[in-house]
Structures are given as C-alpha cells and as structure tokens.
C-alpha cells in the first residue's frame, strides 16, 4: 500500500475553515506558526478585522486565549502545527471545559493516511482532548462538513485541519474576517421544567462562586429579598456591594460549622460557579446528609452526589426560600462580627504575616483589577480581602482550579475588551504565588505585543514553596522548598522588579510593566494560621 497522500487545495481549504471561524464570532487568533499551519498563518497575516496575537509556544497562547475570553465574552482561536504542539493546548481546555469558556483550537495536521505510520509530526490528534472538547471536526477536504449551529461555545471545539504538501499551493488573498454575530445559545433547562419538588429550599445557607457580569445585577436582586446567611467569594464580584452592605459573611469556615451543627440552616444553595472554600468538600463527607441546591450557567455540580442542579441563573427566582427567623439570622452575624473582631486583631498583632501583607495590599488595589492565582494566594484573598468597596474587576482561573497558566492568563484578561470601559482598568494586578510564577516562565514573550495602555504588575508572594501543603502534610515533599528569586526573570523580558518586605504607603510611581517579589515572614504567617485554628 502508498502512503502517499492525495493533493489537497490546501489556501482554498484554509479560507473556508477562517470563514467558519468568522461565523463562529472568533474576534482573536493565538498564533503559534510552524510549516504545517502555513496556510492558516499566510492567510491571518493578510486578513482585515481581527486581531492576531503571535506566540512561540501553544501552552501560554491557549492560557493567553482564555484571559481573552474572559475580557471579551467572545470566542478566541488558538492556531497550532501539528504533532506535540496540539498536546500543549490540553491543560487550557480542561480549563475551559470547567470554566464553560468557548476555546476554539485551531489544529493543523498532516493528511489522514499518515495516521498510525510513525511518520514525523504525526500523532494521533484525532480524540486527542478526549472530554475537554464537545466534538472535534476533522477537515481534509473544502467538502467535508462544519456544522456550526452544533457547537454550544460551553465548551472548547476542536478543528483539525489536514493539510498535504506544497503546503502554499495558491495565491494567498486579502480576507475580511470581521466577526459575524453568533445567535444566543438556548439554555438547556426552560423555565417550565424546573421540577417544583426542586424549587422549595428549606432555610438555606447561600455560598455564591464566579458570576459573570451579565448576571450579577439578577444575582444582586435576588440576594436582596433573602433571610439567610450569605457568603460570597471574592470572584463573584459582589463584595463591595452597596445594596448587599451588612448581608455579606466574612468568616465562612468558623460561621457555616454554627450554623448546621446547631440546625439554623438545613441546606445549601450555590449561585454561580463551583465554589472553592473547604466546607464545599467536607459536603461529600462530614456533611453527606445536607440537601444541596444549585443555579449555575455551567452544567457542573461540583460534587459526586445528588444535587438539585439548575442550569441558568435566570431561573433562580422561580425558588421559594423558607427563611431564617430574625433571631436565628441575628446570631448568625452576631458570630460572624465576633470572629471579624478577632481576626482583625490577629493581623495586626502579626503584620508581616502573608495574611496580613494581603490584607493590606487589598486595601490600595481599590479601585483596580485584579487576578488572582492558585491556591494559598486566592484562599487568603477570600479570607482577609476588604470587603467595604468594589474593585474595577475580579478574576481567576478556578474552572479546575489548576496551577498552569495563570500569568498568561492575566496577562490576555488585562488587555481589556475595546469599549467596555468597566474591563479596561489602567492598573491591572496579578496576585499569585511562587510555584505558580515557575510554571508560566514564557509567559511574558508576548510583552511587546500588549496594549501600552495598561499598567501591569505581577505581585509574587515568594514563601520559598508550596505553603499550602504546610499544614496538611507535614512532609517537606509537598512543600517543595527553594531560595529561588525572580528578579533576572524580570530582566529577561524587559520588566521593573521590585522586592517588597511591607506594603509601601505610596504606590503611584510603579514603573508600567513590574514584577513584585513581596517576602513575607514565615514565622508570622506559621503563627497566624497556627492561632487563626484556635
């Protein structure tokens, strides 16, 4: 048998697969150029209408991807070769998957009949991101089919595309790819269905996760007309609240165990994403029993166990909320006043503590946007963040709650989305830590190509290891210790670097682009969790 592949009209097949990309709302392309996505790079280069944004390696671009759809509620497409450059795209789809961003990945490949040969650059890209995609298209010829209408954008979509040699094989032509409206998606749940066993939730505990803009404000209007306790994560972006002002927890861990272990609440109910504070897991243990009722734009439970699951946030108000007496919601925030009270002491009696450093760096950001990385930064964050006024804009990677990315992540989300004044802060902040910056060093190649616009720092708590490990295990293993610091990474890229032991009072003079190493000390912060417990 020949392996040897058929011609392919490889310009005419890559303008209809840019051509279903423009029906499919793409504003942006990631381009990671390499021999075998040729036509796709030739033809974006002398496109008009879309914006490219050009990288040497796919992992950081699928990263920088996502921060973009963050920014612009759109989808953005990632152009790879073939071979293991289509592998580095999976750990951003699993993001996606989770986060229900619509990650388009773009993957060129050799023709089909090289499939199984060992032939160079070809690896079996065909089922490749296995869950982490709806489906995947595979396209070799102008006549295979691109059902558009199919793809629900709550999920990445893969289009491999077959191209055969000479790989520029006609003239490459101008092409308008300016975006064309995509229709709304229909939600998978109408309000008619909503089961009414399923709409009466018996004196509720409310956690709220990530919220997407548009859905704040219904949030908001529930959340006012509810007497129950309520607990908003940071990334839901309604601390600050004017109208939720007083309604709000800010001691979740010590409250939530009051409240079900002395039966004022009965059960839960979460808007929004899955949430990332520890009682959430201890639902699949501890707290089996509880009734759990969940609203959410995603399709995600985010436990193992039966869960009363309604997918869109409209049809939140469609629950009938059996409340807390007056007494019984008073003494849930009489308790939660109690446990502020002696936090805020703690912080103060220990301000070098890594709590405390963010605490107070919380403070200045008012105002600005802010990311926030994995782990131990976010879980702090949630704990000791002021809570009194809104930030320009809160986000985080916290679909599967991984550690890869994070910065090219921020870095695509800082650029904003053009006439959308509330997501195009001048001042945006990454707040992540150590380990986190180590596994997103070439993040910052694609320096030169962002906005002048904006002011970016990246804030690196340097703990020198995996502190969040600290008290689980007790096995240097897991900590992962160093002595590493990151002011030659800085240099590399062209960035300012400053080291940071405390919070300076003044911060407008903070070069454009800075990496900040802030120090906190380790003694501190080992006695504030150490008394924090107590």
């Given at each position: 048998?020949?392996?040897?592949?058929?011609?392919?009209?490889?310009?005419?097949?890559?303008?209809?697969?840019?051509?279903?990309?423009?029906?499919?709302?793409?504003?942006?392309?990631?381009?990671?150029?390499?021999?075998?996505?040729?036509?796709?790079?030739?033809?974006?280069?002398?496109?008009?209408?879309?914006?490219?944004?050009?990288?040497?390696?796919?992992?950081?671009?699928?990263?920088?991807?996502?921060?973009?759809?963050?920014?612009?509620?759109?989808?953005?497409?990632?152009?790879?070769?073939?071979?293991?450059?289509?592998?580095?795209?999976?750990?951003?789809?699993?993001?996606?998957?989770?986060?229900?961003?619509?990650?388009?990945?773009?993957?060129?490949?050799?023709?089909?009949?090289?499939?199984?040969?060992?032939?160079?650059?070809?690896?079996?890209?065909?089922?490749?991101?296995?869950?982490?995609?709806?489906?995947?298209?595979?396209?070799?010829?102008?006549?295979?089919?691109?059902?558009?209408?199919?793809?629900?954008?709550?999920?990445?979509?893969?289009?491999?595309?077959?191209f055969d040699e000479p790989l520029i094989d006609a003239e490459i032509l101008n092409l308008d790819l300016t975006p064309k409206l995509s229709p709304e998606v229909a939600t998978t749940l109408e309000l008619g269905l909503v089961p009414s066993h399923v709409r009466k939730v018996h004196k509720p505990f409310v956690i709220v996760g990530s919220i997407r803009k548009k859905d704040r404000e219904s949030?908001?209007?529930?959340?006012?007309?509810?007497?129950?306790?309520?607990?908003?994560?940071?990334?839901?972006?309604?601390?600050?609240?004017?109208?939720?002002?007083?309604?709000?927890?800010?001691?979740?861990?010590?409250?939530?165990?009051?409240?079900?272990?002395?039966?004022?609440?009965?059960?839960?109910?979460?808007?929004?994403?899955?949430?990332?504070?520890?009682?959430?897991?201890?639902?699949?243990?501890?707290?089996?029993?509880?009734?759990?009722?969940?609203?959410?734009?995603?399709?995600?439970?985010?436990?193992?166990?039966?869960?009363?699951?309604?997918?869109?946030?409209?049809?939140?108000?469609?629950?009938?909320?059996?409340?807390?007496?007056?007494?019984?919601?008073?003494?849930?925030?009489?308790?939660?006043?109690?446990?502020?009270?002696?936090?805020?002491?703690?912080?103060?009696?220990?301000?070098?503590?890594?709590?405390?450093?963010?605490?107070?760096?919380?403070?200045?950001?008012?105002?600005?946007?802010?990311?926030?990385?994995?782990?131990?930064?976010?879980?702090?964050?949630?704990?000791?963040?002021?809570?009194e006024t809104h930030y320009n804009d809160l986000e985080a990677n916290r679909g599967a709650n991984g550690i890869d990315g994070q910065i090219s992540t921020f870095l695509g989300w800082s650029e904003g989305s053009e006439g959308d004044s509330e997501s195009s802060s001048t001042e945006s902040w990454a707040v992540i830590g150590d380990l986190t910056a180590m596994y997103d060093l070439a993040s910052?190649?694609?320096?030169?190509?962002?906005?002048?616009?904006?002011?970016?720092?990246?804030?690196?708590?340097?703990?020198?290891?995996?502190?969040?490990?600290?008290?689980?295990?007790?096995?240097?293993?897991?900590?992962?210790?160093?002595?590493?610091?990151?002011?030659?990474?800085?240099?590399?890229?062209?960035?300012?670097?400053?080291?940071?032991?405390?919070?300076?009072?003044?911060?407008?003079?903070?070069?454009?682009?800075?990496?900040?190493?802030?120090?906190?000390?380790?003694?501190?912060?080992?006695?504030?969790?150490?008394?924090?417990?107590?």
């Amino acid at each position: 048998m020949s392996l040897k592949p058929k011609v392919t009209e490889n310009i005419l097949l890559a303008t209809r697969v840019l051509k279903a990309c423009q029906s499919l709302g793409v504003k942006e392309f990631c381009v990671c150029a390499g021999a075998r996505n040729s036509p796709l790079v030739f033809l974006l280069a002398k496109s008009s209408g879309v914006k490219l944004h050009h990288f040497f390696e796919e992992r950081s671009a699928s990263f920088f991807a996502l921060g973009r759809i963050k920014a612009l509620g759109a989808p953005v497409a990632v152009v790879t070769t073939s071979g293991t450059a289509v592998a580095e795209l999976l750990p951003a789809a699993v993001e996606a998957t989770y986060a229900g961003l619509p990650l388009l990945l773009l993957t060129a490949d050799r023709p089909r009949v090289y499939r199984g040969s060992g032939a160079p650059q070809s690896i079996e890209q065909m089922g490749i991101f296995s869950h982490y995609v709806q489906t995947t298209w595979d396209v070799e010829s102008v006549d295979d089919q691109l059902p558009l209408e199919s793809w629900s954008q709550k999920q990445p979509l893969q289009i491999n595309v077959c191209f055969d040699e000479p790989l520029i094989d006609a003239e490459i032509l101008n092409l308008d790819l300016t975006p064309k409206l995509s229709p709304e998606v229909a939600t998978t749940l109408e309000l008619g269905l909503v089961p009414s066993h399923v709409r009466k939730v018996h004196k509720p505990f409310v956690i709220v996760g990530s919220i997407r803009k548009k859905d704040r404000e219904s949030v908001i209007q529930f959340l006012q007309n509810l007497n129950a306790p309520i607990y908003a994560e940071a990334i839901s972006g309604l601390r600050g609240e004017p109208r939720l002002r007083g309604r709000l927890l800010s001691n979740v861990d010590v409250v939530i165990s009051h409240c079900f272990e002395n039966k004022i609440c009965e059960t839960v109910l979460r808007l929004g994403s899955v949430p990332t504070l520890r009682f959430w897991r201890d639902l699949e243990g501890k707290y089996m029993h509880l009734p759990v009722y969940s609203v959410s734009a995603e399709e995600w439970t985010g436990l193992s166990r039966r869960v009363h699951h309604t997918i869109g946030l409209q049809h939140m108000h469609l629950f009938q909320v059996a409340p807390l007496s007056p007494a019984e919601l008073a003494s849930v925030y009489e308790l939660d006043a109690r446990a502020e009270e002696q936090k805020q002491r703690l912080l103060k009696e220990l301000p070098r503590s890594e709590a405390s450093l963010l605490k107070n760096i919380s403070q200045k950001l008012v105002g600005h946007s802010i990311y926030l990385g994995n782990s131990l930064p976010i879980r702090e964050w949630d704990l000791v963040a002021q809570v009194e006024t809104h930030y320009n804009d809160l986000e985080a990677n916290r679909g599967a709650n991984g550690i890869d990315g994070q910065i090219s992540t921020f870095l695509g989300w800082s650029e904003g989305s053009e006439g959308d004044s509330e997501s195009s802060s001048t001042e945006s902040w990454a707040v992540i830590g150590d380990l986190t910056a180590m596994y997103d060093l070439a993040s910052l190649w694609i320096t030169k190509s962002l906005s002048e616009t904006v002011s970016r720092r990246i804030l690196i708590i340097n703990n020198q290891g995996g502190q969040i490990f600290k008290n689980i295990f007790q096995n240097e293993a897991f900590i992962n210790s160093h002595q590493i610091t990151f002011e030659k990474w800085a240099e590399m890229w062209g960035w300012d670097y400053q080291r940071w032991t405390d919070i300076p009072e003044n911060m407008s003079t903070l070069p454009k682009n800075v990496v900040i190493e802030l120090k906190p000390s380790g003694a501190e912060s080992d006695q504030f969790w150490q008394r924090l417990q107590k």
